[in-house]
């Protein structure tokens, strides 16, 4: 029983060990040449005027987070989909509360005017 839980200690080890082995060879290898231009903010190789600080609209991210809930809902369908002769009744079911639940969602987003775009 022991040695089971020498594997996970070893293998707990390297999980650690190798990512720190790897960055401090890379600090001690990379080149060291830092001037103002380097070390100064990068955005997208335009330089700024005036205030960098811009407050986005909420609506953007009512966007992705809906772009997730239904990328989501695609990684679990699929899964079910390809099984889908091996499963019963009861995962149709199941699927079909699923959908359901993430389709009162888009329309309640809707009817709350999340989507439109002003």
Same mark, same amino acid.
């Given at each position: 029983m022991l040695s089971q839980y020498a594997f996970v200690g070893v293998f707990a080890i390297i999980a650690v060990a190798l990512p720190i082995? +790897? =960055?401090?060879v890379a600090q001690l290898l990379r #080149?060291? %040449? #830092?001037? #103002? =231009? %380097?070390?100064?903010?990068?955005?997208?190789?335009?330089?700024?005027i005036g205030d960098t600080w811009v407050?986005? %609209?909420a609506q953007y991210y009512l966007y992705a987070l809906i772009f997730v809930v239904f990328d989501v809902e695609a990684a679990f369908i699929f899964p079910w989909a390809v099984a889908y002769n091996k499963l019963g009744l009861?995962? =149709?079911?199941?699927?079909i509360l699923f959908v359901a639940i /993430?389709? +009162?969602? /888009?329309?309640?987003?809707?009817?709350?005017g999340a989507l439109d775009w002003h």
């Open positions: 082995i +790897g =960055l401090t #080149p060291k %040449k #830092p001037n #103002p =231009l %380097k070390n100064s903010t990068y955005e997208c190789g335009v330089e700024t407050q986005f %609209k009861y995962a =149709l079911v199941e699927m /993430l389709a +009162g969602g /888009l329309l309640y987003a809707w009817r709350k």
